[in-house]
């Protein structure tokens, strides 16, 4: 990747991302995390690729909504716990620095000033449903679901969980989804508020479509402005907390529970 010169778009080609797919056909953008290899885990480089997508897509006025979704049969089951072994384990000035990456990520996601529609199309766990409550609607088909696993992992879930579930569907089932760690069905989500709908795969595509048609009808100046309101909790939780969160958990990097879970967890997964 380059750096560009001014806040202009590039053709997505120009790109050379390696870890996403970044598609245009105004006035839809379609960010696809595409290493379904791994269920959409992402590592440094994807949660780079992310950001620099997401301020492309920011910067192209022909461009009013942006998908995100993921390739395969998951969305997005949160950071790759392989390459954190490797590289951020009893590493926590290198974590320090991973987090950055996710947090840049995400504040160019959410401040992308235009609508963005996650069409999650498999399994969302950890990290991959703070992606998707960073988008502004949700639609998912209804046989996947979303889970955190942080408190199994070793991983307090704040970027974006603590932040945004008590604000998304209150704080007594924000607290059963963090510390119960269990699995929250499409069904159960789109009744608590977690997404907008919960739909057969085979309508996904129509319900996603659907709402790129709706939102891309709206004036966009009205609608970034109305969108930068409606952020205001989220921003607030977020800005309140996360920097704290990137430097305590960067030492918990240090720690035996962090070490001994991601180590299990690889072991079972590798047996």
């Known amino acids: 990747m380059t750096e560009p010169t001014h806040p202009r778009p590039s053709s997505p080609d120009e790109l050379g991302f ?5 598609e245009k056909a105004p ?5 696809t995390l595409n290493r379904p290899e791994v269920l959409n885990a992402f590592d440094f480089r994807m949660l780079r690729e992310l950001a620099r997508a997401a301020e492309d897509a920011s910067w192209d006025d022909e461009i009013r909504v942006v998908v995100l979704t993921g ?3 998951a969305f997005c089951v949160g950071a790759d716990l392989k390459s954190w072994s490797a590289d951020y384990l ?16 995400h504040d160019k996601l959410r401040e992308i ?11 969302a766990v950890g990290g991959g449903n703070e992606l998707q409550m960073a988008c502004d609607l949700a639609v998912m088909v209804e046989d996947a679901f979303i889970r955190h696993v942080g408190l199994e992992h070793g991983s307090v879930p704040a970027g974006g969980a603590t932040q945004w579930l008590p604000i998304f569907v209150g704080d007594r089932r924000a607290r059963e989804i963090i510390m119960l760690c269990e699995e929250i069905s499409g069904e159960k989500a789109a009744e608590w508020g977690l997404i907008n709908r919960a ?33 205001f909790w989220r921003d607030l ?20 529970e ?11 997964s590798s047996s």
């Open 237 to 256: 939780s977020w800005h309140e907390t996360v920097n704290h969160a990137r430097d305590w958990l960067a030492l918990s990097m240090l720690g035996d």
């Open 27 to 31: 006035p839809r953008a379609t960010i």
């Open 90 to 105: 009893g590493n926590p000035k290198e974590y320090w620095k991973w987090f950055g990456a996710f947090k840049d990520a």
């Open 258 to 268: 962090a070490q001994e879970a991601v180590k299990a967890f690889l072991k079972r």
């Open 199 to 231: 739909v057969p795969v085979a309508d996904l595509d129509a319900a996603v479509d659907e709402y790129v048609e709706k939102l891309a009808t709206k004036l966009p100046q009205t609608t970034r402005y109305a969108k930068q309101q409606l952020n």
């Open 71 to 73: 390739a395969g049969r």
């Open 113 to 123: 000033g235009k609508p963005t529609v996650a069409r999650i199309n498999g399994i």
């Open 18 to 22: 390696e870890s996403i797919v970044y």
